[in-house]
């Protein structure tokens, strides 16, 4: 049958480099590449831009990054079986693909890449949401990167993209909706992957802001979400007595009932919050 760039069907490179599925390293590979083209466009127009790929496998979603234009993918793969799987691809498009053998967790990637660049994943979700945390998380805003198109079971991605009084909604949340337009762009059946995991899945894409949305000492406003989150059932007087004395004045002087829950209070509050702690 054939494929949208001529190399063999997946079905076939996973025979052919007996590529079974480990679980230990999260493998639920997708097959289909219509499917992997059509997450390689929602991360956006590809042309001109380098693109990271964590945990290529044996290479759909990376094949759809391609075959969509990116300029340039950085795939970084932990299991040394697929190296061969992907040095094929590498061979078809000259110059566009450079795949790294190791944990992305342990290595330094920003050298390989011109900034701004993408990443785009379909990653274990523990290793994914690792990731993005450090993505989140840089020594400076804007990050190097523009956008991240990741795929997450279905229960971490509405926790990234929840609002305020939902279950879902907590630290994940406003980590990323602090400096981040964040929004679920697909949902996908366990079928989709070879093997079927048991659960549901989402592709969420996050947008970098040039700035925050609300000003806000990073690691002050993280104290107080952490405090706030740890105990969410316990009111805010209670729960964030640890984070500056006098917080019963400071959390009204915010606009914040002190008798209140940490998963009512929206980004705003919590930043206004954090300036007046900042403020002593
Ligand atoms: N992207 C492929 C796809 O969509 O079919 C494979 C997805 S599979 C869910 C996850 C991939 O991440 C596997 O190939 C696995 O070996 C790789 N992986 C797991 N942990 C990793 C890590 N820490 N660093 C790099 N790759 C990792």
Redesign the pocket.
Known sequence: MATIDGLPP?RDVIAAHELS??KQ???????DLNL?AK?ARLAGDLAGHDVL??????????RGLLAEGARHVVA????AR?LPALAEIAAAYPGRLTVLH??????DLAPHLAAPWKVA????YN?GTELLVRWLTPAVWPPQWSSLTL?FQKEVAERIVARPGSKAYGRLALLAQWRCEARIVMSLPPEA?TPAPKVHSAVVHLTALPAPRFEADGAVLNRIVAAGFNQRRKMLRVSLKGVAPGIEAKLEAAGIPPTARAEEIGLEAFCLLARIVAAG
């Open positions: 997946l599925a480990k390293l999260g493998q639920n590979f997708l097959l992997t997450i790929e964590v945990g290529p496998g044996p290479g759909g979603l990376t970084v793969e932990k299991d697929c190791g944990d992305a967790l342990e290595m994943a379909n990653l274990p290793v795929m992957f």
